[in-house]
């Protein structure tokens, strides 16, 4: 549960509200969005706990997809969760952790996010027990530090010019309007991570019960945080300051105890941020080592360290993030992980809808409740946001559906590569 919470909880809830507020501007439509944000990703998390309990074994998308529809969509998948879905949010961490540490630090932004990646990548590279210690610690901490900054932002009066939660005459109107639908992939992307439990499966004991636990308790403890976070940053930070900005956390605690306690507060911040890289680096790897089990070309990527530590797929990993914070191109990254990892999970989540047709008599000992009813929803949700990108940011699909594509290409090549080398 504690990685599920790690793994969601990161840059986009302290990032992402100025920018839905550049479009959206009616307080109580942004909580809303947060909202139904979390009612998605539930209905998510309850889809991947039916497929984690009948399919258990760690890989998450990479092995559902390939158990579904076929090795190479299951292997497209696995490069996009390990690119899209782990190296580019750790890079998006890392540089919201080098523009919070850097309000305080005379140290570029960049220079810190470096660092922050090269520490986790120390410590989840060389232990598998100082790795998994310290993801418990750091997660606690995150969760212990949320709910302080919250109780002093709804302790302080608000200031002139700050948004009300409470529904209004433009409230109806920003709820139907386009922005609102673009902001949902922004906030589709601030919770991804529920799906955390699912790549790491064969890790966990009693995973036919555990991880369906996992998936949904941590993707309701981090909708309650969230809903908090968003309350206090619409609380303590004007509209005018808060539209296009993305280091709200900062911002916000810059209005709530001025600018010295501003800093040392986003300082305290940035140290969440930790928690998430080092979550990424725990999952991702696995991700990597089940297509290498599966790949002998890749087989490399499967040993681990004396102390169980998956080293060379985590030094993978750290070298696709370190790729991405090279770019520093946040806004970018951020719109292409959120449009590519909403459509992989539409597809598990179809797939999930597919296995139940085919395989009727497949033990599954989770089953969605309410069934149809929940991923019907997602899928909703997921398809309306993907056309909205695809109307007001084409350029994000079009580069999404490109490195999709010379992904499947490269798959392809490789495949016919690895033939000729095992027939020789």
Known sequence: MLLVVANMVG???????????????????????????????????LCYAELAAALPRSGGEYHFLSRIYGPRLGELAGVVSTTVGFAAPMALAAMAFGRYAGTVLPVPPQWLALAALVLVTLIQGF????????????????????????????AVTAPPGA?????????????FSAP??????????????????????????????????ALIGGTLIVTSLYLLLNLTFLRTVPLASLAGTVEVGALAAEHMVGPVGGQLLSLSLSLLL????????LAGPRVIEEMARDRSILAPLCRRSPRGAPTRSVLLLAALAFAFILTDSFAFVLGFAGFTLVLFSLLCVLGLMRLRRREPGLVRPFRVPWYPLPPLLFVLIAVSSLIV????????????AIAIGLLWLALDRAALIAQRFQDS
């Open 11 to 45: 840059t986009g809830v302290f990032t992402t509200l100025g920018l839905q507020a550049e479009g959206v501007q009616d307080g109580a439509a942004l909580l809303l969005l947060w909202l139904v944000g979390g009612l998605v990703a539930l209905s998510g998390a």
């Open 127 to 154: 232990d598998v027990g100082w790795g998994r210690r310290f993801q418990v610690g750091a997660t606690l901490l995150k969760i212990l530090l949320i709910l302080v900054f919250c109780v002093l932002g709804l």
């Open 163 to 175: 948004l009300s939660p409470w529904p209004g005459p433009s409230t109806l109107d920003a709820v």
């Open 180 to 213: 609102f639908a673009l902001s949902l992939v922004y906030v589709s992307y601030a919770y991804s991570g529920w799906n955390a439990a699912s790549y790491v499966t064969a890790e966990v004991r009693h995973p036919q019960r555990s991880v369906p636990m």
């Open 274 to 281: 930790i928690s998430t890289i080092s979550a990424m680096a």
């Open 389 to 400: 990108v695809a109307i007001e940011q084409p350029l994000v699909v079009l580069g999404g």
